[in-house]
């Protein structure tokens, strides 16, 4: 599964501090949020809905859960490692 790429919703985006970036937000496994800044051209939009390109990295023993490798750290956890719903 590591060499394929995914798209995860994102909860809320904005403009970055730059022209190139989003700051993204993106709802974990647990129902927390994290945050990010990612370059615009990781993030597409489908029907309203934005969505970030991720690696996904394996299922969980549960699966609706699959950890996802992120372009960069969140600001919360400082790990580019996450687990989201699937």
Known sequence: ?????????????????????????????DGGIVSLFVDRSLVKEQGGIYHLKVIPIKMETCPDRMKVLLPQETFETSSPWIDVAC
């Open 1 to 29: 599964m590591s060499n394929k790429v995914t798209w995860i919703p994102i909860e809320q985006i904005d403009d970055g501090m730059f022209t190139n970036e989003y700051a993204v937000s993106i709802r974990l496994y």
